[in-house]
Structures are given as C-alpha cells and as structure tokens.
C-alpha cells in the first residue's frame, strides 16, 4: 500500500492538502469522535443494513460465492464503518482505506457501486443522528458536515485507487505491446502519410544497421530504404488502402552485401492520422537457397549424365527408373533396356542372395545405406566386377521411397588384387602354396577336424642329397628337380589336401581328414614311392628320395606351429634313419603333460600375486628415428623363480581360458601406463599397442570392456592400437567384423598382427576396419640373407608393403635386427619398424627417459 500511494502521490502533504481542500479539520475530526461515541453501539445495525442492501443486487450477489464469504464481508463492514468515524485519518487509514479500494477494484467491483454504498451509508447515518442531537440542531449541523466531509474524502481515496489501477493496466499493455514489437522476428517499420519514419523495432533496427538516435529525426523512408519500388508500393498502400504483400527490394550497404528485404505493408490510422506498418523479414538466404537449390539441380543433372561412375535411382522394388550412360556402359544395355530390368536381372547368380538382402535391409530402414563388391552379368555374358554403394532418399512431391546407386567398375583393380595375392601366397618357382597359405591350410584343417573329432596329419618333407645335385649339375637343374617333386607330390595327394613349398628343399603337406596315424602313414609310402621314380637332369638319370616326418593332431599338438615344430623334429629322425624314410613324431606325453599342470597352477597363482609385469618396445620411424608407437609385451616373474618365455605359457593360457583374465590385466596396465605417458607427452604419446588373444577377442562384451578401461583409465581411444592376427580375424569373419567396427567407432586403431601368416583374410581384407598390417618376422629375418629363402621372403615382404599401400593403411615390420634389413624395408617404403636393432623391449621407466631424450 506505501508503494501505491507512492505511485499516486498521497504522501503528508497531499493528505494535508485534500483535508484542507475538504474543510476537514481538527474541530470535525473531535466532533466525528463525538458521533462515533453516540453511534457506535449502533454499527451492528448499519452493516446488517448495509448487508441486506447489497444483496438485493444480483450482480453484487455474485460476487458473493458461499456463506463464508458473506460472513467475512458482514464482519468487514462493520470495522470499516466502525473506523470512518474514529477520527484518526492519517497514514495509516489512507493505507487501509486503499487497501480496501485495491481489493474491490480487482474483484470486479465497479466505481458505481461503491458511491452507492456511501450513499446508503449516509442514508442510514443522518437519521441516527439527528436522534442523537435533534435537542441541539447546531450541533446536529456541524456533525452532518463533519460526516460528509470525511465520506467525501474516502471516496476520493476509492476513486484514486481505480484510477491508479487503470493506469497500471495501460502502461502494462504498453509495455506488453512494445516488448511483442521488439521481440517479433521480424522488423516493423512505421511511416506517417508524409513517408516518414516514427518508430522502429529492434529486429528492423538491427536489420538495417541503423542506431536509434538517428530515428529521432524521424528520417524519410527512402534515406533509410533507397528502393524504388518500396516506394511506390508504399504509395499505392496509403492512395488506395488495399495491402501490398511480398514486395522484395535489395538493400545495399551491408558489410556481407547486397541483402534482400521482404515487406508486407497496411494501412492504419491513429488519433486521426494515417499510418503505414511495414512488416518485413530478410530472405537473403532464403533467397540465396532458393539460387543454390536450382544451380544444384543443374550440376546434378549435369554430374548423373557426364560422371565416371554408374548412377541410378531405382524404386522399392529395385526396378531401373533412371541410369546414366557410363552404367550402360558398364554392363553393355542400353538405357531404355535397363529401364525395362530390375537390378537383380543384371547380378550374377552368386551374388544374389546377399545384393538383395542388403536391398531388403535398406528399404526396411534397418540400415541407412550400404557398400559391397559384387558382380553384375552383362550384356554379352561377361562377369564385372563393381563396387557398389547404395542409400535411399524421398522423392519431394511424392514421398516415394527410392534407391540411389553409384558403381563402379573395379575389374582391373580385381585383377590386380588377384595377381598379388597369388604372388603373396604361392612359391614362384613352382606354383605350389607358400609358408602363408600353407599356415592358413593347416588351420583351417585343425578347426574341421576339432569340429568333425577327425585328425590332422602334417608332414615335413626333405630332399636327400639335393645340395649333391645343386653342386654338380647347377641350380638350373636343381630349380628343375624341385619343380617335378612338386609335380609328384601333387599327383599323389587328394584336392582336400595341401602341398606347400617351405623354402628351398623343404616341402610341407597337410593331410586333412584322417581317421589315424595308419591313414598318414599310406600316403607317406605312396610319397615316398613317387619321389623315387628316376628323372633325367641334364642328360642324367636321377633317383630323387626324401626324408619325411610326420605329427599328428591333436595328439602332437593343437596348433599349426605345434605341428609344424614336431613333424620337423620327426624329419630330422627320418632323415638320422639313413633318409628315403617316414617317421612319427614320438615325445614323453606325461612329462609334456605334468609340464602343462605345472605352468596352469603357475598362472592361476601368478594372476593372485600380481607376478605379471609389462615390457615395453618402442615402435620407431626410421626416417626420423623417433618413437612412434609403443607395444606392450608380457611377462611372468614367478615370485623366487626364472623369468617364464612368454611362448612357454601364453598358448597355455589361451588354451585354458586364463589369457581371458591375463588379457584384461594386459589392457588395464597398459592403458594405465599410456596415461603416465600422456602426462609426460603433454597429452600426445605414442600409441600404444596392446595384443589381444583369440580367446580374449571372442568375448561377447570385448569392446564394451575396451571402452570402460578406457573411460577408468582416462586415454583417448586414439592412443590405443589393438593387435589381432589373421587366425582369428578368419575363425568367424562376420562376427569378428561387427566387433571390430565398435572398436572402430570409438576411434580404437587395430592392427592385423603377424601378417604373412594366414591367408584367407587376404581375400577379405577390406570386410574389416583396420588401420595397420604388422609384417611376420618369420619374413623379415631373411629378407637380407643369402640362403634359399631369400627370394621368396624378400617377395612377400614387398607385397605386403604394396598392398599396405594400395589400401592407404600403415606397415610396420616386426623383429628388426639388422642394418641390412632397416634398408631393404625402407627402401622398399616401409618406414615403420621394430626389433632389437633399435631396442629390445624394456621397462616403462627406461622408455619415459626415451621420450624425455627426443623432447617429449
């Protein structure tokens, strides 16, 4: 109530002044405590007078909602009669007496009714008055006026309080209307008849860049829009009154150029002048896109029938609605006769199945979009290979969905492929399967035959006395000799089994499928008997013989390089027998046995005491010789015992499920170590490189725990690198594939590790999302020798760096040991390397004071 009468000016001096204007004064104010004195015990009876009165009214009524309110008011209404004359009409009764205004004022009570409620008031005063004092009429008199006047007076303050209210409600809808005109997005402008400008908003303001102390000038329309036809649409709008809509005109002057303004205008009038509202908005960029749209329509037009790749949008069904030239070109039809085909008339049987499974997954919005290669069947019957990319979109006036195609012929690119990985995978000289497909043979053999409870038979054949031959008749004749045993060797096997090439006189054959050693043993003495058929060598008959050693799994071991260890230490028995001979593998299986138990306890004791620890080897470029990457190696410190060979336990764990475990440590600790090194780096460490197992990589929730060690420890994803090995890659391709992609997707670097062991993820090498190949050592160790193998190793090793190169993936060569191999590698492009040439792995601490040493 302060605030209000504040607001309306009733401090002291204006009470002072409407008492004085009143003839309110102290002689009335004692008369009205006198007729306060004489009436009082009557004030019961003016508020039930009072109340009866105003019920008699029905808007009054209702306004009057339930007996509790009518109670409340029958109360009030004897205070406030009872305080009109107490006679104390300072502050605080113009407060209370505002108060009471305010209130009838919000709950709707009109100006009328309450002058009424004074007059009642007086009706049923003077009456009771004149009883009082009608033995003195001059008294009588002078308390009739002092009750007017103090009745006049709190009308006044009634009136004031709806006065004041009303004010409030214009200047807030005045405000409400000015805060709608700045906050509206678009600008509004008003002009009088002479095109003046009286008032703008902000948004227009902000618009045109003009400040606002040049409107109070109140500048011509034309100074501020120099637009012509603004101008006369602005004439007409006030000559005829009719609107003018959508008039764009150009505004120039902008730091970002020529803007574009568009206007609605009407006319209005206000306190009898005519007005005009100019509403306008920018639609330069909606112009701008408008332009955009319809040179993009253009290129698109010209970019479908001039691109190098096919094109074509295709419906639901995947029938051709529309093709460009170079896909007619492609597979050899004619634009109108592919528009009578669907695409699955033009793909090759093979590839049909999984091309419209694809299609179907993409019409059902289960995928978004998908790339494959796959074969399309031309015209002429040839076979094409393309790479094929598909996604949908919606037609805009229709809604249809369709399909968008691109191809592209990738025929030579095929071939290449296919010419690279013979190259990598067959010997030179003979044609027969080298040590990398042979590695892939032999596991694929072991997984069939785990499957199917059958074994496999590996032999490891030498060639007696072929040094003999190559000193006497030279290494023509030799070359000669060992192309004819793969001839022969080949002539005796089944087409399920393999017959590979390891290097110089050495040859390995896998026998697939067996029921027992007795099946080995009938194709050894059929090899054997082949071998020693006589041969002409340069005008000479030979008798070639071979040494043969044989293992068999899974009782001579349970992987290839178990195998391929025990079938050569049977050779070598063969051959101690006086050669021309076949021998078993024969080995203590207790001792190997109680050797197994004794390293599982050991581990299962060694993941309680915490005796694993982590080795570091630095991964470097040879061009700048500095550390690049980082990989993190295992070991087990048996508490009071040697150091265990990682080859010594490792296969076991995985063979036993601990490398699950173990792995996680490996991971954890290392990540663990790569944010001590961060912090060293600045926030850039090398990449570190951790190996994960077949069985470690096989867990369902494998990325998950990848992102939750990541989250704990604090790395990036980035700084992470995971090393996987063909094998596994290749044991389930589909589901190795979709966890490869969510490691991917978080921005995990992979790594095939081993490269040049396997060959199947070859062939399907793109299927997966990886980032660097790691070449085999067992291939770089020979690459800068002298013996028989060189040719070959040094060949793959190139391949490998090729198709690292064709495929925009990084390479990095394992077991550098040498000068003579750090320059073969990279001069042959490979610049990324490891091995004890530029350090054996060492401890964390030794590789912090290696980064310190190049700066971080």
């Known amino acids: 109530m302060a605030a209000i009468a504040s607001e309306i000016g009733l401090d002291e001096r204006e009470i002072a002044a409407r008492k004085r204007f009143l003839e309110l004064g102290g002689e009335d104010e004692a008369l009205l405590r006198e007729v306060h004195a004489l009436t009082g015990a009557d004030g019961a009876s003016f508020s039930e007078a009072f109340y009866n009165h105003l019920l008699e009214f029905g808007e009054l009524r209702a306004l009057l909602k339930d007996d509790a309110v009518m109670a409340r008011l029958h109360d009030t209404l004897s205070v406030y009669f009872h305080s009109l004359t107490a006679g104390d009409y300072g502050p605080d009764y113009v407060h209370d007496r505002l108060r009471v205004g305010v209130v009838h004022q919000s709950i709707g009570l009109e100006p009328k009714w309450y002058i009424g409620a004074y007059r009642k008031y007086l009706a049923e005063m003077i009456p009771l008055l004149w009883e009082r004092l009608k033995g003195d009429p001059a008294r009588f008199g002078a308390a009739y006026k002092a009750v007017l006047k103090v009745v006049a007076f709190d009308i006044g303050l009634a009136l004031d309080t709806y006065g004041h209210a009303g004010q409030r409600s214009v200047l807030q809808y005045k405000n409400y209307l000015e805060q709608v005109i700045d906050g509206m997005p678009a600008g509004l402008l008003v002009v009088d008849a002479g095109l003046r400008v009286r008032s703008i908003n902000a948004t227009m303001s902000a618009m045109l860049g003009v400040p606002e102390d040049v409107l109070g000038a109140h ?40 803007r574009w303004f568009e206007f609605n205008i009407r006319r209005t009038r206000q306190a009898g002048d005519e007005l005009l509202l100019l509403i306008g908005q920018d639609v330069t960029f909606r112009r701008q896109a408008r332009l955009r749209l319809q040179e993009s329509e253009e290129f698109f037009r010209l970019t479908f029938s001039q691109a190098a790749v096919g094109i074509a949008l295709l419906s639901r069904e995947g029938r051709f609605l529309r093709v460009n030239r170079r896909l007619s070109g492609i597979v050899g039809y004619t634009e109108i006769e592919l528009l009578q085909r669907f695409f699955h008339q033009i793909t090759h049987p093979d590839e049909l199945d999984e091309d419209k499974s694809l299609v179907a997954r993409l019409v059902a919005g289960e995928v978004r979009d998908f790339q494959r290669e796959t074969r399309y069947l031309c015209k002429d019957g040839r076979e094409v290979w393309v790479a094929l990319s598909a996604s949908t979109m919606r037609e805009a006036a229709s809604g249809q969905l369709r399909l968008i195609v691109a191809v592209e012929d990738i025929s030579r690119r095929k071939q290449a492929e296919e010419a690279l990985l013979r190259m990598a995978s067959h010997d030179a000289l003979t044609g027969l399967p080298n040590r990398l497909l042979l590695q892939d043979r032999l596991v694929q053999a072991i997984a069939q035959a785990q499957r199917a409870r059958r074994q496999v038979g590996v032999m490891f054949i030498d060639l007696d006395r072929f040094k003999h031959v190559n000193d006497s008749l030279g290494h023509e004749a030799g070359d000669q000799l060992i192309v004819e045993i793969a001839r022969r060797l080949s002539g005796v096997l089944r087409e399920s089994d393999t017959v590979a090439r390891q290097g110089g006189d050495e040859f390995v054959v896998v026998l697939a499928d067996l029921a027992g050693p007795d099946d080995a043993a009938l194709v050894a003495s059929k090899l054997l008997e082949s ?27 349970c992987d290839s ?54 080795h570091y080897q630095p991964q470097v470029d040879a061009d700048s010789g500095r550390i690049v990457g980082i990989e993190a190696l295992l070991r087990w410190q048996p508490d009071g015992g040697p150091m265990v060979a990682p080859g010594d336990f490792i296969p076991l764990a995985e063979e036993t499920g601990l490398i699950v475990p173990i792995g996680e440590w490996v991971l954890e600790e290392a990540l663990r170590q790569q944010a001590r090194f961060a912090e060293l780096t600045g926030g850039a460490p090398p990449r570190m490189s951790v190996n994960m197992s077949a069985r470690q990589f096989r867990e ?34 589909a589901a190795a594939a979709d966890t490869m992609e969510r490691l991917s997707g978080m921005g995990v670097h992979l790594a095939v590790d081993d490269f040049g062991t396997g060959y199947s993820s070859l062939a399907n090498l793109k299927r997966f999302p990886i980032h660097c190949l790691k070449i085999d050592r067992s291939f770089v160790s020979d690459i800068a020798g002298s013996d028989a193998t060189e040719g070959d190793d040094a060949a793959i090793v190139k391949a490998v760096i090729a198709l690292a190169q064709s495929m925009k993936l990084e390479v990095i060569a394992e077991g550098v040991e040498s000068a003579a191999q750090l320059d073969f590698l990279g001069a042959h492009g490979c610049s990324r390397m490891q091995g004890f040439y530029f350090s054996r792995p060492v401890t964390a601490e030794r590789v912090e004071e290696l980064l310190r040493e190049q700066g971080g």
């Open 219 to 258: 500048p011509e329309l034309e100074a501020l829009i120099p637009a012509p036809e603004l101008g006369e649409r602005v004439t007409a709008a006030l000559r005829t009154s009719a609107p003018q809509d959508a008039v764009v005109v150009p505004v120039y002057g902008h730091a970002d150029g020529v």
């Open 531 to 557: 071998l020693f058929q006589p041969l002409a060598l340069c005008g000479q008959e030979v008798f070639p013989s071979g040494s043969i050693g044989i293992a068999m799994y899974p009782g001579d071991g």
């Open 561 to 614: 390089e178990a195998l391929l260890k025990a079938a050569d230490s049977a050779m070598y028995r063969a051959k101690g027998s006086g050669g021309n001979h076949y021998a078993f593998y024969a080995a203590d299986l207790a001792v190997k046995a109680e050797q197994h138990l004794r390293i599982e306890n050991g581990l299962q004791r060694g993941l309680l005491r915490g005796e694993f620890l982590l």
């Open 700 to 733: 369902r929730d494998v990325a998950a725990n990848v992102e939750r060690l990541l989250r704990e420890t604090g790395c990036e994803p980035s700084w992470l690198t995971l090393e996987i090995t063909e094998s596994v890659l290749m044991e389930n391709p």
